[in-house]
């Protein structure tokens, strides 16, 4: 009988160490996978246009927070999401219009150029015509 026991208390053994196996493993993935998914490069498709550089560029770091927020260029408040105008190609920033009190009049503004209200979220293709001074 104590052969018996003797496997039972190895079964047990060899089942731990499988189950303790499997939960290492699995913090072990789940440690690498937030890690690795966790933004290290500019998303993609994201540009900012700076109202003080007159620079658009992708951004080093993940967006959040709330805008103007400081350039990756000049390190001035004044980065904006970057807009393009469907209908001139114009690229100028998602500033919205405010009025002397700093209340909102209009969240997504007019094109500088053509005065269009079409406009989307700039990304690097279509014709394009970049703001006064402004560089890719």
Known sequence: MSSFSGKNAVRQTLVLLALLLV?????????????????????????????????????????????????????????????????????????????ENGKVIRPKPLCPNCRSGNSEMYHLSGKTSLGKGAEE
């Open 23 to 99: 939960i290492g493993g699995s913090i072990a993935w789940t440690a690498y996978w937030l890690t690795k998914n966790r933004a290290t490069s500019p998303k993609p498709d994201i540009w900012l246009y700076c109202t003080e550089c007159s620079q658009v560029y992708q951004p080093e770091n993940r967006l959040g927070g709330e805008h103007p927020r400081a350039c990756d260029k000049c390190r001035e408040k004044a980065a904006w999401f970057a807009m393009q105008c469907s209908d001139c190609g114009e690229v100028f920033p998602l500033s919205p219009e405010t009025d």
